[in-house]
């Protein structure tokens, strides 16, 4: 899975520990989602999705072969 979770909080001017306010989780979770090393639960990702206000697909992307 790819993220666009770095960008995102660059482009709004968010650090990880407010995204990590904003998003109801530790700013380590957000560390690890950035570095690619977790996949969020559903839950989390929708709260980063609101927060960007993008869909989820364009934030997380996987590839093909993670899909099948």
């Known amino acids: 899975m790819r ?9 709004d001017g968010l650090n990880q520990t407010e995204l990590a306010k904003r998003a109801k989780v530790s700013r380590q979770t957000i560390s690890l ?11 989390i990702a929708v709260r980063i999705a609101r927060i960007f206000d993008e869909q989820i697909e364009n934030i997380f992307v996987f590839t093909e072969e993670e899909v099948e």
């Open 3 to 11: 993220t666009r979770l770095k960008e995102l909080r660059a482009r």
């Open 33 to 43: 989602i950035e570095r690619e090393e977790f996949v969020p639960s559903l839950l």
